[in-house]
């Protein structure tokens, strides 16, 4: 009788032990798998883009205030008048298309996540119809507010980088 007992103990601490095992498993495996998706901010970079540009387009004081905004701090520190200045000759007839977005796996020069977006440009030609051009624009996630900031001096990725995909 008393080997049944014993028997039967160590059968429940074996069983214990391996829910215990399993659960932590399963936890580990849970916390582990993408943490970053679900700290990324709702409104995408593609959108943020978009919204740069339809600002920029509208023109106007207020407008252009809004998209200076939508750049990170670095772009901010940047006057206003010098900001609306360099992005007032914006012609409001080009058309911008994002072809794609993606998020790097390399950070940028200070450790922030950063998205590439690339963007299909029809500007009006002085010799009538238009001229396409490809861009690429990057963002840097900002974690204080948890929002994709627009690099608007082009100081997110070493040039080194740009140099080698060629």
Known sequence: ?????????????TINKFLLLSSLVVFALNGCSEPEKSTLPAETPQQVVEKFFSYLQSGGKRTLEEAH?????????????????????YDPDTEITVLKSRILEQPSKAGE???????GFKVPSAFGGFMDSTSLMHLTLDRETNSWKIDFLAETIDEEVFKKEG
Do not use: Y
């Not at 009788?1 to 601490?13: E, G, R, S, T």
């Not at 996540?113 to 963007?119: D, Q």
């Open 1 to 13: 009788m008393l080997n049944f007992i014993f028997k039967k103990a160590i059968l429940k601490k």
């Open 69 to 89: 905004k939508l750049t990170n701090s670095s772009s901010q520190s940047v006057q206003s008048d010098s900001f609306r200045r360099w992005t007032e000759m």
């Open 113 to 119: 996540k950063v998205a590439e977006v690339t963007i």
